[in-house]
């Protein structure tokens, strides 16, 4: 008995659209973090400057 191997399905890949998202979610990351960090700084800047009046 002999076994024949299986031929693989050609499933078409979804390489695109997957990397569109990732750097959209990347990108939406940068910019919340670099808000956050903004608003950090304008807190310490605004405490900073009532502690000194």
């Given at each position: 008995?002999?076994?024949e191997t299986a031929t693989e399905a050609e499933v078409p890949t979804l390489?695109?659209?997957s990397d569109l998202f990732g750097i959209a979610y990347l990108g939406t990351i940068g910019i919340v973090m670099?808000?956050?960090i903004a608003s950090l700084v304008w807190g310490a800047?605004?405490?900073f400057?009532?502690?000194?009046?």
């Amino acid at each position: 008995m002999t076994q024949e191997t299986a031929t693989e399905a050609e499933v078409p890949t979804l390489r695109q659209r997957s990397d569109l998202f990732g750097i959209a979610y990347l990108g939406t990351i940068g910019i919340v973090m670099l808000a956050w960090i903004a608003s950090l700084v304008w807190g310490a800047m605004a405490f900073f400057t009532w502690l000194v009046s």
